[in-house]
Each structure stands twice: as C-alpha cells, then as structure tokens.
C-alpha cells in the first residue's frame, strides 16, 4: 500500500478522528495528545473512554454532524464509517486531507525503531507485553495497542525513545501501512474474508506485510502454527527469519508449568542456550508462546538491557483490557471478560480458564461478532465450546455490517451438540437475568466477543452484589 500523504504535506493544526471511542482511534488519540497535538473527535455514544480523553483534553461530540469540523484541518477516518458519514461528507465538500487511521499511525511511527505484532489472534496481549517491557526497562517507547494496557494505564503513548511497539491489524490491509524493523507473526488463521473473500488473498497480505520489514530486519514467526510457518517460504522479505513456540525453534518454551499466578512458569531458550526462567501470570498456555514471540524481538532489539531484567519484568506484566480480564467477584461466582470472537480464541480462552479454575463450572456467555464470520466459521464455532459447562449464546452482533446473509445465532445452536447449552439465543434484555437464574455459587462466567457482551457480565454482577434489580 502506497502512502499518499506525508507528515510534511499536512496541516496538522486541528486533527479531528471519527469513531474515537474505538480501540484504534482511542489509542491514536492517546499518542496525538501526547505529541501536543491539538485535536477532536466524535462517536454515535460516549463512553469511560471519551471521557478519559476529553479530561486530557479532547473535545469529544456526541454524535456524527458537519458542524463538528469546524477549524479542522486533518479528518482520520476508520473502516466502520462511509462516504455517507456527515462528517467525511463535510471534509471532502472542504478539500480537507481524509486519511485512515492506520494511514496515520504509519506517518507518524515509521521513523521510529519499529516493531510490529501480526496475527490473527494475540496481537494485543503480544503488542502489550512488548511495550511493558521496553516502558519499565527505561527506554521511554511509544506504543498503540489495540487495548488499554492495564500496567501502563492508556493505550497509546508518544515516547522520547528510538523504539515504538504497534499492534498491526491485517483488516482491510491496514498492516501494510508498516515499515516495521521487526515483527512478530504470532499465528495466521482464515478470518476477514468479508474483505478477503479468500484464504490465499489473506495469506498473500501477510506475506506482503513480512515483505515490508526493513531490509536487515528481523520477522519471528510461530514455529506452532502452519499459517505462520508456510510465511518461510512465501514471503519475500530481506529480513532474518526466527522461529518460536513450544516446540522445536530458534526461541523455545520449554518445562512449561502452571504457577501460584494463575499463569506459567517456563524456561526461555535461544537455539538450546537456557536464557532464563520466565514466571508468567497470563492465564492460558497461548499466552506462552505469546510472551516467547515479544521476548525474543524484544532481546534482539534492545540488547543493551540484559536478559535477566527483561525475563523478569515478562513475570510483571498483568495483560490488557478485554483479554482475560477480571471483571469481579459477587456471591461465589467470578467474571471474566474476554474479546475472543474466533474459534480458535474460544477454545484457547476457555483452556486457560479449566487450568486456572479447576473443577469450578464455566458457563460461557459468546456474543458472535459479524455476519460473514459467523457464516464462515459456523461449525468451527459449534464445536469450540467442549470446555464449558454451560454454554449460551446472543444475537449476532453486526458491527458494520448490515447484509444478514441469511445466517443467525440459531445456525450455531443448531450444529452444536453440546448439552450443556441453553437452546434459544440471548439478547440484552434477558441475558443477565436468564444467567443469574442458571448460576450457582463457585461458578465462573466468561463473557466471549468482540461486541458489547461485555456488559452482561457487569450487570450479573451489580445484580449479585443487590446494587441493580433485573
């Protein structure tokens, strides 16, 4: 993908971002106030996350209108709105530069040491992780995570140091916005084949982002996932290839063991030479191979830190928001929020919640996130549930999607033969209560999707602790 503007070409005087309560354009946000940028930004609703910018000083709109560019010389947009969108209307109608928001972020992390994390599933986590650990070693990154960074407070943050760690999203090809020095490839997987519409489209994307790797670089892939490792042989990329994973690579783990954390210890090899004992507290053992891929582009890029401070700041480090994440505890049943919205993420999520759980029942609450996935993934997702006890399911959440294609919620129930699961579909308006009245005391409930399920847990547990009526 070939830029067509340049940090120097633009007036960046007042820089207004649709849609700022998103992941993205939250943690763009973060990084423009920090460069003393001055700017602005709309979404439909506002939220604890418009809030958190407008008292660092952006002026948030409630709602999408012309009037909301005023004095705006630079409009970033994301895939979610379209030439219909007011506010893109009122920008083109006064000539001003529209960009996307990974178009920007390009413009503005290029000319750093960058290093990037790609993959169908554990971008955040691993972007994370990477920036924690050059943040506490001292090296004053930047970084843009597709998530609030629960050490770092924000999920986006303009550093003085050379290094800056990114999450590079393959939707719409955004990742090939990226110049990276190096990149971690944590897995490739069929997904966004809205966009795609096929496999070998999506793995050529990767291939091409490994391809833009700068020359001398380095691109570490998951020596555990086929997708990844079929990489080796298709990219054409001037950068040094590592492997890693569990299994048989350059940087291995090793003596994997479940720990008083909740999470695993591990022993960290490079090429058979033990570098250290990593005490991670992420729950799940994929979240071993993810801290495996950020230590290792970590290590190489910064050798002036020792492998003991960073091995020992990985044990540190308590994930991102909406990964994993601990939502509270009321009347004997604990809540646990997860942004799984792929069979495979499910599956790995609901692992790691058996291993750090125990015999407790799980009861999975999974909202699927868009038409065309679920279309496509429809009985990979039936079948992605065996570790759950109890298993429910909500109406499709469409996200930009409006064609319906025809597929439902029901046509996962249909094909899932698990017999734990509740037979009709959830909506929020009975979600909460219809769970409340299924739970017991010791049990856990995991609320799975990249929508807004997230809410049903909260609201179980404000009705459990006798703060809300349902």
């Known amino acids: 993908m070939t830029d067509t503007h340049t940090l120097e070409d633009l007036d960046l005087t007042r820089i207004h971002l649709l849609g700022i309560g998103g992941a993205g354009q939250n943690a763009l946000a973060d990084l423009l106030v920090d460069m003393g940028y001055s700017l602005s930004g709309s979404d439909l609703k506002l939220s604890a996350t418009t809030e958190a910018l407008a008292r660092r000083g952006v002026t948030v709109y409630e709602g999408q209108r012309a009037e909301n560019l005023n004095n705006v010389t630079v409009v970033v947009t994301t895939a979610a709105a379209n030439e219909n969108n007011p506010e893109i209307q009122e920008a083109r109608r006064k000539g001003l530069p529209v960009l996307q928001n990974a178009e920007m972020v390009g413009l503005l992390l290029n000319q750093k040491r960058l290093l990037s994390v790609a993959g169908t599933h554990g971008k955040t986590t691993t972007t994370g992780l990477v920036a924690f650990l050059l943040e506490k070693a001292g090296l004053d990154p930047t970084f843009y995570i597709g998530g609030v960074s629960t050490d770092l407070g924000v999920a986006g943050k ?13 939707y719409a090809r955004r990742f090939l916005n990226y110049r990276p020095e190096a990149a971690v490839i944590t897995n490739v997987e069929p997904d966004h084949l809205d966009y ?36 080796k ?15 048989p690579a350059d940087w291995q783990a090793t003596e994997v063991q479940p720990n008083a954390k909740g999470g695993h210890d591990f022993s960290l090899k490079f090429r058979g030479d033990v570098l250290g004992t990593v005490e991670l507290g992420l729950a799940g053992v994929h979240n071993v191979r993810n801290a495996t891929g950020a230590l290792a582009m970590v290590l190489t890029a910064a050798p002036q830190v020792t492998p003991e401070i960073f091995i020992k700041l990985a044990g540190q480090y308590r994930g991102t928001a909406r990964r994993f994440e601990l939502k509270g505890e009321a ?18 999520t609901l692992a790691a919640a058996r291993a750090r759980f125990g015999p407790r029942r799980l009861v999975a609450l999974f909202q699927p996130h868009t038409y065309t996935r679920t279309k496509a993934l429809v009985d990979e997702f039936a079948g992605a549930f065996d570790e759950a006890d109890l298993v429910a399911l909500m109406e499709i959440f469409p996200a930009r999607e ?30 909460a209560s219809t769970l409340n009245a299924l739970m017991r005391e010791g049990d856990v409930l995991l609320t799975l999707g990249a929508g807004d399920v997230w809410k049903v847990g909260e609201q179980v547990l404000k009705a459990r602790a006798g703060k809300q009526g349902l």
């Open 158 to 170: 303009a550093g003085k140091g050379e290094y800056a760690a990114l999450e590079s999203d393959e």
């Open 331 to 348: 009347e004997g049943v604990t809540v646990i929020d997860d942004y799984a919205h792929h069979p495979t993420e499910i599956r790995a």
């Open 196 to 231: 795609y519409g096929t496999w070998e489209a999506l793995q050529a994307a990767f291939a091409t982002f490994a391809g833009n790797i700068r020359p001398g670089g380095q691109l570490y892939i998951c020596a555990d996932d086929a997708g990844a490792v079929a990489l």
């Open 402 to 431: 409006t064609d319906t294609l025809g597929v439902s919620t029901g046509d996962i129930l249909d094909r899932m033969g698990h017999g734990g699961k509740l037979a009709e579909p959830l909506t929020h308006a009975n979600a």
């Open 233 to 247: 042989e298709t990219a054409q990329t001037g950068a040094e290839i590592f492997t890693y994973g569990l299994g």
